[in-house]
């Protein structure tokens, strides 16, 4: 089974910072996609930003604010939020897609999610 640990939400103003933080562990055999998704009240979940082999992606409405990171020894990823807005407060998701032994096969994992709000 693997599990996945959010941690850095929190109450900022607008123009702030804030980091977020998401440790996968469990019997990992490979991780290979990292990302975040968001979703604010109302709204459908949207992705935010991934990291895998291939390279970065991100939302358009984040980009040169937001930058994704990920430290693979520690199978954790980072979210990096500058200049934070008040339209991207939600509860951000971390998800990994993973390959687990026995048997091998790919999972699909979600975080319970950390609360974002920026006030105006």
């Known amino acids: 089974q693997v599990q996945l640990a959010e941690s850095g939400g929190g109450l900022v103003q607008a123009g702030g910072s804030l980091r977020l933080s998401c440790a996968a562990s469990g019997n990992i055999f490979s991780i290979n996609v990292m990302g975040w998704h968001r979703q604010a009240p109302g709204k459908q979940r949207e992705l935010v930003a991934a990291?895998?082999?291939?390279?970065?992606n991100y939302a358009e409405s984040v980009k040169g604010r937001f930058t994704i990171s990920r430290d693979i020894g520690v199978n954790t990823v980072y979210l990096q939020m500058n200049n934070l807005k008040p339209e991207d407060t939600a509860v951000y998701y971390c998800n990994i897609g993973a390959v687990v032994p026995n048997p091998h096969r790919w999972l699909d994992v979600w975080g319970q999610g950390t609360l974002v709000t920026v006030s105006s």
């Open positions: 990291i895998s082999s291939g390279g970065l």
